[in-house]
């Protein structure tokens, strides 16, 4: 048998249904479900809601910064997530930058933080105050994130409490402000084992910020890397660069990427990350590229002859255009067209039962207001555009939120304030919500509850099902663009601002 049939044989058993494989049991070290990326828990005593003045059902808080896009992780006894700096934990390092915080899951005390300056030359690089974007993914002490200067990040778990462990040792330098002498690492700063800068090892040019959830697959990372437009928006600065690379996870060598010309149809820039599943007998990474099109590749295995001294190419199986009616030509004199545009994709194709859900549409700040979701036949091959498509749900408005898919039913929300309930297998709408306000979260499905915040400071509760039924409206202290996390028995829910960790009984007034 070849290597290659071996390395897929493998993937496959990791794929057959069964609970997942945390690096503890009832953690949740990566955003969504491992491999296959469906928002959803096994979980079960979970709360329906929760009171921060009273202090009913919140077991803690923690202060964030004041702007918090990251969903948080949970793993090994430690919490962590993505902000700014505007809240500073060490009085030495001030300015905006990108920080990713660890907190000790039992009470949410402080262990360690990695902070970084913003990077430059122009705001289109690394947006103002949106801090670290990306959720960290952990394994086996390891946490891997991608942090706000486009920089591939592994960090041992245990932060420099417990001393340097190399190869990286000059964590002094990246706390400090370029041309700054290096600061003075302390036992709650982080601890760095590699770090790869993605504008200079793979020649993107990250636009905006930079957004991926690493997925991590035997020894390799599946990694975004967030490359789109010039600052004038009119057209993709570096078009050949890679919209996917993979990662040797014990030295951060680019060892594999995408060649499919993704850059060339991105519309604004890419932040969807990799999903894996099965189908058709076959193991496949499905990525959703800027340019609106969902490409499925063979997983990497290392090729025959070890590490290429140029990364491979990833092989391509299928590709589905999400949106093959809009327009493909001169794609960026529709930026600002709220009427007609390419598509592109910000949430993560999900992999359940065979089929790829996901969900696409005009740009949220520069396209068409149109968005769907998409439900593709994963065991075909080829180009699957017309004839892979089991069918396509129209969404209200722009949509950035990644489905949760569970007991046949699929739910969703949007920009346009709905939070849709679909059947999985015909793609009919069961029910609707008016959220009142616009969601940028996903879903979660955990213990019979679906819960989705809202960018106006609301957390809807409800049942699962076909009936609908609300279960409860929080109004909470400032916006939620995180998804909740299920861990442990116990919810996590972020605000802009604050995190909050859940739990039954947790916190009662006596």
């Known amino acids: 048998m070849t290597r290659l049939r071996v390395f897929l044989a493998l993937l496959s058993l990791l794929l057959l249904p069964g609970p997942a494989r945390p690096a503890r049991a009832a953690d949740q070290p990566q955003w969504g479900e491992t491999f296959s990326r469906n928002m959803v828990s096994a979980e079960t005593g979970l709360p329906a809601a929760f009171d921060p003045e009273t202090g009913t059902n919140v077991k803690w808080k923690a202060p964030l910064g004041t702007s918090t896009y990251s969903t948080p992780v949970v793993a090994a006894g430690r919490v962590l997530i993505g902000t700014n700096n505007d809240r500073p934990r060490d009085p030495r390092i001030r300015g905006d930058r990108g920080v990713l915080l660890c907190l000790d899951e039992k009470d949410g005390r402080l262990v360690w933080q990695f902070s970084t300056p913003r990077r430059g030359p122009t705001n289109f690089w690394d947006w103002p105050g949106i801090g670290i974007c990306s959720p960290a993914?952990?394994?086996?002490?390891?946490?891997?994130?991608?942090?706000?200067?486009?920089?591939?990040?592994?960090?041992?778990?245990?932060?420099?409490?417990?001393?340097?462990?190399?190869?990286?040792?000059?964590?002094?330098?990246?706390?400090?402000?370029?041309?700054?002498?290096?600061?003075?690492?302390?036992?709650?700063?982080?601890?760095?084992?590699?770090?790869?800068?993605?504008?200079?090892?793979?020649?993107?040019?990250?636009?905006?910020?930079?957004?991926?959830?690493?997925?991590?697959?035997?020894?390799?990372?599946?990694?975004?890397?967030?490359?789109?437009?010039?600052?004038?928006?009119?057209?993709?600065?570096?078009?050949?660069?890679?919209?996917?690379?993979?990662?040797?996870?014990?030295?951060?060598?680019?060892?594999?990427r995408e060649r499919e010309g993704i850059g060339r149809g991105t519309f604004h820039s890419t932040w969807s990350s990799p999903a894996l599943g099965e189908a058709g007998g076959r193991p496949l990474v499905v990525f959703g590229g800027g340019d609106g099109v969902v490409y499925a590749f063979e997983p990497f295995d290392g090729g025959e002859g070890?590490?290429?001294?140029?990364?491979?190419?990833?092989?391509?199986?299928?590709?589905?255009?999400?949106?093959?009616?809009?327009?493909?030509?001169?794609?960026?004199?529709?930026?600002?067209?709220?009427?007609?545009?390419?598509?592109?994709?910000?949430?993560?194709?999900?992999?359940?039962?065979?089929?790829?859900?996901?969900?696409?549409?005009?740009?949220?700040?520069?396209?068409?207001?149109?968005?769907?979701?998409?439900?593709?036949?994963?065991?075909?091959?080829?180009?699957?555009?017309?004839?892979?498509?089991?069918?396509?749900?129209?969404?209200?408005?722009?949509c950035m939120s990644t489905p949760a898919i569970r007991d046949g039913l699929v739910y969703v929300a949007d920009c346009g304030r709905t939070i849709h309930c679909i059947d999985a297998t015909t793609g009919k709408g069961v029910w609707t919500h008016d959220a009142e306000g616009d969601v940028w979260a996903s879903p979660m499905a955990a213990d019979g509850k679906v819960y989705v915040g809202t960018r106006r400071g609301v957390l809807w509760v409800f049942a699962e099902g076909r009936e609908k039924k609300v279960l409860a409206s929080l109004k909470l202290d400032g916006p939620i663009h995180a998804t909740v996390t299920a861990a442990n028995g116990a919810l996590y829910v972020a605000t802009m601002k604050t995190l909050y960790a859940v739990a039954s009984g947790a916190g009662a007034p006596p």
């Not at 809009?326 to 960026?332: D, G, M």
């Open 306 to 398: 070890g590490h290429p001294a140029e990364p491979a190419a990833l092989r391509l199986v299928w590709k589905c255009d999400c949106d093959p009616d809009a327009p493909k030509e001169n794609i960026h004199r529709y930026i600002r067209n709220r009427q007609t545009s390419p598509s592109n994709i910000k949430s993560m194709p999900v992999f359940q039962g065979g089929r790829v859900y996901v969900t696409y549409g005009g740009d949220l700040w520069w396209g068409k207001k149109q968005a769907w979701l998409k439900c593709i036949d994963a065991s075909k091959s080829g180009d699957v555009t017309r004839s892979g498509v089991f069918w396509a749900y129209p969404l209200r408005e722009h």
């Open 137 to 256: 993914t952990v394994e086996g002490g390891r946490v891997y994130t991608v942090a706000n200067r486009g920089e591939v990040v592994c960090f041992d778990l245990a932060g420099l409490a417990n001393g340097n462990d190399g190869p990286f040792r000059d964590e002094g330098a990246l706390m400090a402000e370029p041309g700054d002498p290096p600061l003075e690492p302390g036992p709650t700063d982080a601890d760095v084992i590699w770090i790869t800068d993605l504008v200079r090892e793979a020649g993107i040019r990250q636009h905006d910020g930079a957004h991926s959830s690493v997925m991590v697959l035997g020894p390799y990372l599946y990694v975004n890397t967030s490359n789109g437009l010039t600052d004038q928006h009119d057209g993709v600065e570096r078009p050949d660069a890679p919209s996917l690379v993979v990662l040797d996870k014990t030295s951060g060598r680019i060892v594999a």
